[in-house]
């Protein structure tokens, strides 16, 4: 649980008392075992309807950031607060979102979204309520009373997207939730996303190693390498606004001279590491 009785707490609530930031990390330090750390001096927060990206090749760290947001890991050194809280247990003001499919197949689309909400007790009349406001939120009306097996993968992608933000946690960690769609999928997928977490407000903290998805969705970018250990080599602000239109901007001049930046930022990273390495 989050200190003081924090693993119960709501998550307006919690933005509220922490004022603009909810998730902050400050001189992280983590590993495993009696090896190396993975991570060292690690500096971040994320504040209240910001989408920030962890950007790195695999294996750098990237979802053990979202494991400890989500209070599924504990640091060897520093700190790790939510909500300014230090976070001491389950996160349950965290939504978390992997490439995995877990919809349960024997219960339909409104029965998988709904089942947080049922988990924490809450009324049947709100939670209808909340699960038809969540799939006309995200295109789903018709399919309420679908199977999961029935669905396409994007339908999919959207169930799964819903089941983690209808108990409207104060931050959405998202572990590369499209990596196994096709292009032409990711990208329809990346705009509702991103016109989702707007409206609402939500916060996010994503991770990829794909330059494009992380300069189309991100307000901030923090690359992630440079290891072993590895750290944040990079904090870059992305220009593109609130309100951009994924139909046109990866067609902008100024689209591919942000992915230029991030693309050189990881490549320069990647050589201090088998620098390091070598040496």
């Given at each position: 649980m989050l200190e003081n009785g924090g693993a119960g707490m709501d998550a307006r609530a919690t933005q509220v008392e922490t004022g603009s930031v909810i998730f902050e990390v400050s001189g992280l330090g983590i590993g495993f075992g009696d090896r190396e750390d993975i991570l060292r001096d690690v500096d971040l927060e994320v504040r209240a309807g910001e989408f920030v990206t962890l950007?790195?090749?695999?294996?750098?760290?990237?979802?053990?950031?979202?494991?400890?947001?989500?209070?599924?890991?504990?640091?060897?050194?520093?700190h790790v607060r939510f909500g300014g809280r230090p976070i001491n247990g389950f996160n349950t003001s965290a939504g978390y979102m992997t490439q995995d499919?877990?919809?349960?197949?024997?219960?339909?689309?409104?029965?998988?979204i709904g089942l947080p909400l049922r988990l924490r007790k809450v009324p049947k009349a709100e939670i209808k309520s909340k699960v038809d406001n969540y799939l006309r939120i995200l295109d789903l009306e018709h399919a309420g009373g679908l199977f999961p097996g029935q669905l396409s993968g994007g339908m999919r992608r959207r169930a799964l997207l819903a089941r983690s933000m209808i108990y409207e946690p104060a931050l959405l960690l998202m572990d590369e939730p499209f990596a196994a769609l096709d292009a032409q999928m990711r990208q329809q997928m990346h705009?509702?996303?991103?016109?989702?977490?707007?409206?609402l407000n939500q916060a996010?903290?994503?991770?990829?190693?794909?330059?494009?998805?992380?300069a189309a969705l991100s307000d901030r970018v923090l690359?992630?390498?440079?290891?072993?250990?590895?750290g944040i080599v990079a904090d870059i602000g992305i220009p593109f606004g609130r309100e951009r239109d994924l139909s046109t901007l990866r067609f902008e001049d100024e689209f591919f001279a942000v992915e230029r930046e991030l693309h050189d930022i990881l490549h320069t990273a990647k050589l201090r590491a088998s620098t390091v390495d070598e040496g």
């Open positions: 950007l790195g090749p695999s294996g750098c760290g990237k979802t053990t950031i979202l494991n400890l947001a989500a209070g599924l890991l504990r640091p060897r050194r520093g499919d877990t919809l349960l197949p024997w219960r339909t689309v409104a029965a998988n705009a509702e996303l991103r016109e989702t977490v707007t409206r996010v903290l994503f991770v990829t190693h794909d330059i494009a998805e992380a690359v992630v390498g440079g290891g072993p250990p590895g």
